[in-house]
């Protein structure tokens, strides 16, 4: 018979060991998310005032449309396209301003806000070029 004493199992932690630390969570300082948040939304601003002007020239496309073609969704477009980035800022910059009071992080909003106003950009003058051809 073998009376050798069994091996400690590794798997099992040692309760005498001290648990090792979490990982502290890496976070963006309060300055710097609100400084990110204000030069996204500035940026945010620009892109609105930069897609009014080829959102006007979208009125032009409607000047080959003839028959088949429905000038009330292509105005259904030409709108969204108009006014679709500038409603999209508004509701970000409420919905930073509410984020920022309520010390949560911004600037991860912010900077999507300024993609969806460019989707939704897009998404105006898809719906225009799909209904002239």
Known sequence: ????????????????????P??????????????????????????????????????MASSGCFEPCNIDVVSVGFYIALLGPGAVFVVNLILSLVFLVQKRTTWLLSLLGGVASLLVFLLGVAVVFVQTG
């Open 22 to 59: 979490a990982a502290p969570k890496k976070r963006v300082s309060r300055g710097t998310d609100i400084a990110l948040t204000i030069v996204f939304l500035v940026l945010q601003v620009a892109l609105v005032f930069a897609l009014i002007l080829p959102a006007l020239f979208l009125v």
């Open 1 to 20: 018979m073998n009376t050798t004493p069994a091996a400690p199992d590794s798997s099992t932690p040692d309760p005498s060991a001290p648990a090792a």
